[in-house]
């Protein structure tokens, strides 16, 4: 089973409320990504996780946390929701990092701050 | 400024046409993929390339690091191919990849 998977698919939240959005895969791959992607922008790089590291980008840093609890789970949250947050988040994994690896996208969570 | 430039930024075919997509880096790239965004908004892998030329069915994608570069090729262009094509770029620092901005296909009858 080569899938990420999601969950939600989409998701409602109001303004300055906390939002969980969840991401599996069972490949047993060593790195996870998430990606926040606006319409007519590329994917952004938000945060990865390389086995139980946690790395977050420079601009991201504030805004987002995540967990990994086991190697095929990773959560991103945010804790007080912005409309500027309205998105398609992506997970994603790769076996290792900075390997010549594939990543594999899940199909991703439409986020809609209100 | 942007590591990755793409081009074209939209493009329209007809069925059963064909054309090319590219991505030209500013700088030295490991390797490249190449991904379809589908109408749910999704990325799907199409290619992933450290060198060289892979093919699948209708798509073909080529990798010139020496030239900093990378194609895309479409061939017998069908309805469902239309989408927004994302390729993506990584040094090989870390696993941070650079996306360009993609280009929106459009097949018509």
């Known amino acids: 089973d080569t899938t990420v998977k999601q969950n939600p698919r989409y998701k409602l939240a109001r303004v300055g409320k906390p939002v969980n959005l969840i991401c599996s895969q069972t490949m047993n791959h060593d790195t996870m990504y998430w990606y926040q992607k606006k319409p007519n922008q590329a994917p952004k790089l938000l945060l990865f996780?390389?086995?139980?590291?946690?790395?977050r980008e420079a601009d991201t840093f504030e805004k987002f946390q995540s967990s990994r609890p086991n190697n095929s789970f990773c959560s991103l949250y945010i804790g007080s929701a912005g409309l500027e947050y309205s998105a398609m988040y992506l997970c994603?994994?790769?076996?290792?990092?900075?390997?010549?690896?594939?990543?594999?996208f899940g199909s991703g969570t439409r986020l809609t701050v209100l | 400024g942007d590591q990755v430039e793409q081009s074209p930024s939209a493009l329209s075919l007809h069925e059963g046409t064909g054309s090319a997509l590219r991505c030209n880096f500013t700088?030295?790239?490991?390797?490249v993929q190449w991904f379809q965004q589908n109408s749910r908004g999704s990325l799907i892998n199409l290619f992933y390339l450290a060198s060289g030329t892979k093919e699948n069915g209708r798509l073909k994608s080529t990798f010139n690091s020496k030239e900093s570069y990378s194609t895309l090729h479409i061939r017998d262009a069908q309805l469902e191919d239309s989408g927004t094509y994302f390729c993506a770029a990584e040094q090989g620092t870390g696993s941070k990849l650079s996306f360009g901005k993609g280009a929106k296909l459009t097949v018509s009858p």
């Open positions: 996780y390389y086995d139980k590291i946690l790395n």
């Open positions: 700088t030295t790239m490991r390797a």
């Open positions: 994603a994994s790769s076996k290792g990092l900075g390997d010549a690896e594939t990543l594999y």
